[in-house]
């Protein structure tokens, strides 16, 4: 399967404690972003790679969260004392650079704080 | 925040019969994609249409886009129980921001 992957898909923590997600897209795409989406809601972005090149933050981002894409491979998304408001679901995509609206999806990492 | 309503919010039919699903948006678009998401799944891209096009189609789906109104419609024809899923219309204005709606659930019933 060459699409984008994410894990874990299911990650349950204690409030207060660290989670990190990784991301891995498809491997000729330059472009990755990362989603929160909460029941009933769509996705909301979050932030954006242009290979290694973190370009934009939503202000969603608090500083709580950090994103990395050391190689302009896989990225990881890491929040820190994690609050019961973080438990969503964690989208990422990624993109070739021509066409960064066509933009193809992991299933995603739900993310419960408890 | 998001800059797509979608309407209905949900909406519940009959096997065979065609489901309309409509998205309003605020600010001027490069273009407007529609996304299907199955229950607890990522999302896939069904449909792609651009500023300056009015009309699309793809198998049994057709999208309608008027810049006027900054709306657009996603009509599937035929529904099946497959299609029972959450719809999204997203909008992307250049750059690299695809802003998503909140999105519509379809229920198909067999």
């Known amino acids: 399967d060459t699409g984008v992957s994410q894990n874990p898909r299911h990650k349950i923590t204690k409030r207060g404690q660290n989670v990190t997600f990784r991301c891995d897209p498809i491997s000729e795409h330059n472009r990755l972003y990362w989603y929160r989406q909460t029941l009933g809601q769509g996705p909301e972005f979050l932030t954006y790679?242009?290979?290694?090149?973190?370009?934009?933050k939503s202000r969603l981002l608090s500083d709580r969260f950090s994103a990395e894409r050391p190689k302009g491979s896989f990225s990881t998304l890491e929040i820190q004392r994690t609050e019961q408001g973080d438990s969503a679901m964690y989208l990422c995509?990624?993109?070739?650079?021509?066409?960064?609206?066509?933009?193809?999806f992991g299933p995603g990492t739900r993310l419960t704080v408890t | 925040s998001q800059q797509g309503e979608e309407d209905p919010q949900a909406l519940s039919i009959q096997e065979g019969e065609n489901a309309t699903m409509n998205c309003s948006y605020k600010t001027s678009i490069n273009n407007l994609q529609w996304y299907r998401q199955n229950s607890g799944r990522g999302l896939v891209h069904l449909i792609l249409i651009r500023s300056n096009e009015r009309e699309k189609h793809s198998g049994r789906l057709r999208v309608t886009l008027d810049t006027s109104k900054k709306s657009s419609s996603l009509l599937i024809t035929a529904s099946r129980a497959a299609d029972t899923a959450s719809y999204f219309c997203?909008?992307?204005?250049?750059?690299?921001?695809?802003?998503f709606g909140a999105g519509t659930r379809l229920f198909v019933k067999a």
């Open positions: 997203a909008t992307f204005t250049g750059g690299f921001k695809t802003i």
């Open positions: 790679f242009q290979n290694e090149a973190q370009l934009e």
């Open positions: 995509a990624s993109s070739l650079p021509g066409t960064p609206y066509e933009q193809y």
